[in-house]
């Protein structure tokens, strides 16, 4: 019915300006921080950086393959089974046994509830392959094994590679995976491209390790070169006393004693008694900061440090102090990451596709006002005042949850505007058929509104699923699409069967008695 209670007036009169006001604030200056909200712009539209990264997996297979070693020989004590040249050796984990023992091992490895060798109860295989030849067994990974292992490392590395984003305070990045070894990062608005690689290129695995006192060490050594000298070496302690896992907190900081800038770090309860317990035992010792293999410093410990704390220096500058406490916070990389394409869009270019969209959408939007006057006069001017309403609402939207506007979403708002059209169109013509056989005007334009109803409705749901679709399956520019003509379609059904609906029945109760309307 073209009648509307006051009630819904109302509604419709408050959601109307609500989201307009909120589209305002694209152009306006609000200090409120729920209301200062403005529509982000895309890689495309604003500038900024495209990267495409690969993760390296040989690290990680490699980091694997020891850590079954050691519970391989773990498990071996544990039942008394005797074994001869357990080695890791190009992705190969090979071993000898007594030829009384192969047996036992064979069922340890083949056992379908195995812990050493799982996933064979879900995926009817194992994580591990076995070759046996006579005692002699040969272990390496499954390739289902391995898409596993990929698969949790390429997870893990977008988890880490957002945080290390996010606190650089770019609005809306978009970081998808492509495949199951590469990481799309798109960084709209960032002016510092080369910070972002350096970011992102540091595995940023941190640990802290005692300096050799001897050549011979239990836990072995390893020859490792200070991070900003590379003929300055240390021998140090293949033992790790903790690891950046054992991180709670990092921040930049100043030194008042020595006026130079340092990282301060604090460490969860379990890092805290390690650390304690190292350092009170080893006094008088080099303890060695590592990042990424790389000595940052080698303080001597002169007291026990108990209180879960401390401070790591290395000639920073406030900057790198800064990169290193984030990459520290956002946690280590499961292995590296390897740019193997890098795009920069400046802003002019952003600036050149922003005047085109509003050039375009101008000129549809006059052309559709001028027709939809010549063609239906006062309701056409209706239809444009809703279709007005229409687009402010749809911005309104897009401000409010700071959705992010690319070119392609441009394009979904100039459609939108059409589709607007198209339906004030169908059910205006509609209205005419009915006026011929209706003498009741009110009657007629009800009927008309209800009858093209679900023409309207099967066209718009239609394209509603498809933008769904788009939304879910695309990435990127697509989505941005999706969003735009997703939400556009929402507020033109709202336009058309409230807005321009109420003011039709404003504008047909109160001209009834005229004899042509339309």
Request: charge should be neutral.
């Amino acid at each position: 019915m073209l009648y509307f209670s006051k009630i819904r007036i109302f509604f419709i009169i408050l959601f109307t300006l609500i989201f307009s006001f909120f589209s305002l604030s694209n152009f306006t200056k609000i200090d409120d921080k729920f209301f200062k909200r403005n529509i982000n712009l895309g890689l495309d539209l604003q500038g900024g950086s495209y990267l495409l990264l690969e993760v390296d997996n040989k690290p990680v297979i490699n980091q694997k393959l020891q850590s079954k070693l050691i519970e391989i020989k773990k498990r071996f004590k544990s039942e008394n089974i005797k074994f001869y040249n357990l080695v890791l050796l190009n992705n190969l984990i090979s071993f000898e046994t007594d030829f009384d023992s192969v047996d036992a091992v064979k069922k340890i490895f083949d056992d379908d509830k195995s812990e050493i060798n799982p996933y064979y109860p879900q995926f009817k295989t194992h994580e591990l392959l076995i070759d046996i030849q006579q005692n002699k067994f040969a272990l390496e990974f499954s390739d289902y094994g391995i898409v596993l292992l990929k698969n949790a490392s390429l997870d893990q590395a977008i988890e880490i590679v957002r945080r290390r984003v996010d606190e650089l305070g770019t609005n809306e990045p978009n970081i998808i995976k492509r495949g199951n070894e590469r990481i799309l990062v798109e960084l709209p608005g960032l002016d510092d491209p080369s910070r972002i690689k350096n970011l992102l290129g540091k595995t940023a695995n941190l640990t802290f390790q005692f300096v050799s006192q001897t050549q011979e060490e239990s836990f072995g050594n390893e020859k490792l070169y200070y991070d900003n000298d590379d003929e300055k070496f240390e021998l140090v302690s293949k033992r790790i006393i903790i690891g950046g896992e054992n991180l709670a907190d990092a921040k930049p900081s100043m030194n008042n004693q020595t006026n130079e800038t340092v990282v301060v770090f604090s460490l969860d309860r379990v890092g805290a008694k390690k650390f304690g317990k190292a350092t009170s035992s080893g006094v008088g010792r080099q303890l060695a900061i590592i990042l990424d293999n790389k000595i940052i410093s080698a303080p001597t410990i002169s007291e026990a440090i108990v209180g879960g704390s401390g401070q790591i220096s290395g000639n920073f500058t406030f900057q790198s102090a800064t990169d290193l406490s984030l990459l520290l916070r956002s946690g280590a990389l499961p292995a590296p990451l390897n740019i193997i394409e890098e795009r920069s869009v400046g802003p002019d270019l952003g600036r050149d596709s922003i005047k085109a969209g509003i050039i375009s959408l101008i000129i549809g939007f006059i052309l559709v006002i001028l027709f939809m006057l010549y063609k239906y006069k006062v309701f056409g001017f209706i239809a444009n005042l809703a279709l007005i309403i229409n687009l402010l609402l749809l911005m309104g939207i897009l401000t409010l949850f700071e959705a992010t506007l690319t070119l392609p979403g441009i394009a979904g708002i100039i459609l939108t505007v059409g589709m607007a059209v198209d339906a004030n169109v169908l059910i205006f013509e509609r209205i005419k058929e009915e006026l011929k056989n209706e003498n009741n005007k009110i009657i007629a334009f009800d009927s008309g509104y209800v009858k093209s109803r679900t023409t309207i409705l099967d066209a718009n749901i239609t394209t509603l699923i498809a933008t769904i679709i788009l939304f879910f399956m695309g990435s990127g520019p697509i989505k941005g699409f999706s969003v735009t003509l997703g939400i556009g379609i929402l507020t033109s059904l709202f336009s058309v069967y409230f807005i321009a609906r109420l003011l039709t029945a404003i504008y047909v109760i109160k001209n009834k008695n005229k004899e042509k309307v339309i």
